[in-house]
């Protein structure tokens, strides 16, 4: 059972990526699922949570605007669009699962997958 994040890379700023997040053993649709950030030397910050069904969506405001997330679960899949990014948006960004409801923490995560690196050139 396990949770892959995948898409990240070098980009500049003012770019875009879009982050995907695919689940093996582990039917994403049966949680609500989030992508949490970590740059070094920072604490974890939660920058998007989505609902079970998608209908409920989280984004802080230190995204907002520029992040989407959206989840398609036909294809047990998580996705995050990431647009005009900064060289602030660099880190390691990790698809997590949680048993609760969509939240605003990253603490709210209970089952994580590996990261992708994003990073931000100015």
């Known amino acids: 059972v396990q949770l892959q994040a995948s898409g990240g890379g070098p980009v500049q700023a003012g770019g875009s990526l879009r982050l995907s997040c695919t689940a093996d053993?582990?039917?994403?649709?049966?949680?609500?699922i989030g992508w949490v950030r970590q740059a070094p030397g920072k604490a974890r910050e939660l920058v998007g949570c989505?609902?079970?069904?998608?209908?409920?969506?989280y984004i802080p405001r230190s995204v907002e605007g520029r992040f989407t997330i959206s989840r398609d679960n036909g294809k047990n899949t998580m996705y995050l669009q990431m647009n005009s990014l900064k060289s602030e948006d660099t880190a390691v960004y990790y698809c997590?699962?949680?048993?609760?409801?969509?939240?605003?923490?990253?603490?709210?995560?209970?089952?994580w997958g590996q990261g992708t690196q994003v990073t931000v050139s100015s």
């Open positions: 997590a699962a949680t048993s609760s409801a969509v939240g605003k923490s990253a603490a709210i995560m209970n089952f």
């Open positions: 053993g582990f039917f994403l649709g049966s949680s609500a």
């Open positions: 989505i609902s079970r069904d998608g209908s409920g969506i």
